[in-house]
């Protein structure tokens, strides 16, 4: 059976950050994940995941300076110092969550230019070596274009096929359903066709982004396809509520039940 990962950063928001590990436990998840955890000290995180019984699934490597709107570092020119830093400031995360896999943003850019591509994947090179001591994953994830315009990496099987070429044991694909539905559409052939690359999955609805429960994408379909694939990592739930997050949760109780 799928096991879920509550994603701290969309939701239980009627909480302080901190007091989002235990909502996330009470209401029957046992694993987390969020995108940035970089404004609390490593070891008050750590302490939630021991209080809570929780284990952290995933979260990003630094992605510059988000609040002005750079979403990573890993194809712009001159960054790489910044990019080598921010992966040892991850990595005291690391080792205080026992998280096994980071994902690396690629930044705004354009894919086709050479020399961004030369940029990005010696990023990823280079950043999966340095996890690779510590038993961690580098994850790369294609990001939809209507929520984050210019992004460099936007095309799954372009990131697929890159992975491949590379060849490197711990680099792996981070499988949004949401973002593959709106970049290509044909979310289980493409489940099917990457499924030994893919690290970690991501679910919401289409096109709200809400409850994966409804709209145009067939998830409980997905979530059995997922068993039947052998998939045995966990899913992200990567979505905004439409109010109260316990109130939402109908879904992921009666796939509890």
Not at 2 to 15: D, I, Q, S
Request: hydrophobic letters at 45%; proline letters at 5%.
């Amino acid at each position: 059976m799928v096991r879920f990962a509550a994603n701290l950063t969309m939701m239980f928001t009627e909480h302080a950050f901190l007091d989002r590990f235990a909502a996330a436990a009470d209401a029957g998840f046992d694993a987390v994940e969020f995108l940035f955890p970089y404004e609390h000290p490593p070891e008050a995180i750590g302490t939630r995941l021991a209080q809570h019984g929780l284990t952290q699934a995933l979260f990003n490597l630094p992605p510059g300076n988000w609040a002005s709107g750079e979403r990573g570092l890993a194809s712009l020119t001159g960054r790489i110092d910044e990019m080598v830093d921010g992966t040892a400031r991850a990595l005291e995360y690391a080792a205080a969550t026992g998280v096994t896999r980071l994902h690396l943003m690629a930044g705004i850019g354009d894919r086709h230019d050479p020399a961004a591509m030369a940029r990005y994947r010696d990023a990823v090179v280079r950043t999966a070596e340095t996890l690779a001591a510590h038993g961690i994953d580098l994850l790369l994830e294609p990001i939809n274009a209507r929520d984050m315009p210019g992004y460099f990496l936007n095309d799954i099987d372009a990131a697929a096929a890159m992975i491949a070429e590379l060849g490197i044991g711990n680099v792996r694909l981070q499988f949004d359903m949401y973002h593959c539905q709106i970049i290509h559409g044909d979310i289980t052939m493409r489940l099917r066709n990457h499924i030994k690359m893919i690290g970690h999955v991501q679910v919401a609805s289409v096109p709200s982004r809400n409850e994966p429960d409804g709209e145009e994408v067939n998830y409980p379909f997905l979530f059995d396809e997922l068993d039947r694939l052998g998939y045995a990592g966990i899913v992200g739930c990567e979505y905004r509520p439409r109010g109260a997050t316990r109130e939402g949760l109908g879904w992921f109780e009666s796939l509890q039940r």
